[in-house]
């Protein structure tokens, strides 16, 4: 088919106006005359003046996890415990037949009792339903004594509590147990529910990051089918410590390797980051749940398989050690040998500038979430509140750019929603000037360093030969940079305060339409 008569963006040249797509890939781009002379034979379709640009990657994301957070009591945004307890009164009152309640989004710093609620405030609100209700960064929750009761077994685990958040342990066996409260039916549903969003939004490829403290896995399979079913392409990721057991299990899903969710630590909001130094709002250091040898044991057993290994890994001691793993590993066994294995760490928050040019070197992805700081990087924010002066370093974009670390933009969605043009946006508005990046550098991190980091150094543009994985927007011309077509967003030149966001018409993968919301190319 034919696309023309709007602009097309061809990372690392100027905008063009058509693109022809045959067999899944870009036969041609250029003016209307030259890409009809390259005659894919097939339909034309008219674009209307839209833009068109690769199709993002989320490379972290959790779909079953966030179907059912969707379809549970929304937290966000509760001003205090009392509003917290209405909602789920309210939410068990519509919904009797649901067996276990599930919630997700509180977050008690602003709450004028900044409490959460207790178990026995949990049971009566959910009349002696199974309650499980997380945190915002979801690693910490308050559950109902019904709740514990289906899963025995938790009580006195680490982080466990007889009237407050279960938090580390006993938070991620609680969590990696939801699953026999639930259908296979329910968590295929929740998948789709937000892999359709994704595509709405112009995403034509994410990054699934699954381990035992989230759910089985099975799970993977289920993004996986569910995600192939919507035309998708999904990559799946096993965060279990290397061992030949995790090895089978993470070729029996397909999964590209052991990483992802694989938890060096937990979350700032949580106060289960490991850090160097004690939280700047309360006693400790946070948790680190592996050390330094089971960090390189882990890497080394992955680069000598040739499979992705890495790690969940948010405060300054919790990225300080995975990255000494890695340091380890490339003495032991070489740097082109990391390197050929993809290695990624996930979030990268509190990454010391010291250790950027190991991670360049390794080729070590960082997959981070540009929407935590926009959410939690200001004054008087989360990070402030918890870390002090220490915020003042956090989620390096831009300088992990320059020093040449491969990066890569997800959501973690259920934490943040599911994104597309958003992840750009909040990139090119970091809290931190010096950290904001250009919309043509935050579109690679959201494009090209998705697909890199999974492998594939093909997707990611529209220039000939490549993949054919495209979005189609609605958006205002004269908002459009000339010389890359992509859109003036806040704090890149010339932008305008809040120019709002391109609203995805159609999303292609491989050709193939996969969401179709202005019935663009109804024709196709």
């Known amino acids: 088919m034919i696309l023309h008569g709007g602009t097309v963006v061809v990372p690392g040249r100027a905008p063009v106006e058509a693109i022809a797509v045959r067999d899944g890939r870009v036969l041609a781009v250029g003016s209307s005359e030259e890409v009809r002379a390259a005659e894919p034979g097939g339909p034309v379709v008219d674009l209307d003046g839209r833009l068109v640009t690769p199709a993002f990657v989320d490379a972290h994301l959790h ?103 279960l938090t580390q342990d006993a938070h991620h066996v609680c969590r990696g147990r939801l699953d026999i409260l639930t259908t296979d039916a329910e968590r295929r549903s929740a998948a789709r529910t937000v892999l359709a969003e994704a595509a709405a939004l112009g995403v034509g490829e994410v990054h699934e990051l699954g381990g035992p403290h989230l759910g089985p896995v099975a799970d993977l399979e289920r993004v996986r089918d569910e995600g192939h079913d919507l035309g998708l392409r999904v990559v799946t990721y096993w965060g279990e410590l290397a061992s030949d057991a995790a090895f089978a299990r993470m070729e029996s899903v397909g999964a590209r390797g052991l990483a992802g969710d694989l938890c060096v ?59 000494e793993g890695l340091r380890r590993v490339a003495q032991e066994l070489g740097e082109e ?92 508005r970091h809290r931190r000037p010096a950290e904001r990046m250009r919309v043509a550098e935050a579109f690679r991190c959201a494009t090209v360093g998705g697909h890199a980091a999974a492998g594939d150094d093909a997707s990611g543009t529209l220039a000939v030969g490549a993949p054919a994985h495209l979005a189609v927007w609605d958006t205002e011309p004269s908002r459009l940079d000339p010389a890359t077509g992509l859109p003036l967003l806040a704090g890149d030149a010339g932008g305008d305060a809040d120019p709002g966001l391109p609203v995805c018409a159609a999303t292609l993968v491989e050709g193939r339409v996969v969401f179709d919301g202005g019935a663009v190319l109804a024709s196709v």
């Open 63 to 165: 779909a079953v996890q966030g179907g059912l957070a969707s379809a549970g009591v929304d937290l966000h945004g509760v001003s205090s415990v009392e509003e917290l307890l209405h909602r789920v009164r309210a939410y068990v009152e519509r919904t009797p037949g649901r067996g276990v309640v599930l919630g997700q989004g509180w977050d008690e710093r602003s709450w004028p009792d900044p409490r959460p609620p207790s178990r026995a405030e949990l049971d009566e609100a959910g009349r002696g339903r199974p309650l499980y209700l997380a945190r915002v960064d979801v690693h910490s929750a308050v559950v109902s004594s019904a709740l514990l009761a289906a899963l025995p077994g938790i009580e006195g685990l680490t982080g466990w509590s007889e009237d407050g958040p």
């Open 265 to 323: 630590d937990g979350a700032i909001g949580s106060r289960t980051a490991a850090l160097v130094e004690d939280y700047a709002d309360g006693p400790g250091r946070g948790a680190q749940y592996l050390d330094a040898d089971e960090l390189t044991a882990h890497l080394r057993a992955c680069t000598l398989r040739g499979v992705s290994g890495g790690f969940h890994c948010i405060g300054d001691a919790g990225v300080s050690a995975a990255v």
């Open 337 to 428: 040998r990391v390197r050929a294995a993809r290695h990624r760490l996930e979030h990268v928050e509190m990454v010391a500038a010291a250790d950027l040019p190991l991670l360049a070197r390794l080729g070590v992805t960082a997959s981070v979430q540009p929407a935590f700081d926009a959410a939690w990087g200001g004054p008087g924010e989360l990070y402030e509140e918890r870390v002090g002066a220490r915020s003042s370093t956090m989620n390096p974009f831009a300088s992990m750019l320059h020093a040449r670390v491969p990066v890569a933009f997800g959501t973690d969605a259920p934490v943040t929603a599911v994104a597309g043009w958003a992840m750009v946006r909040d990139a090119v």
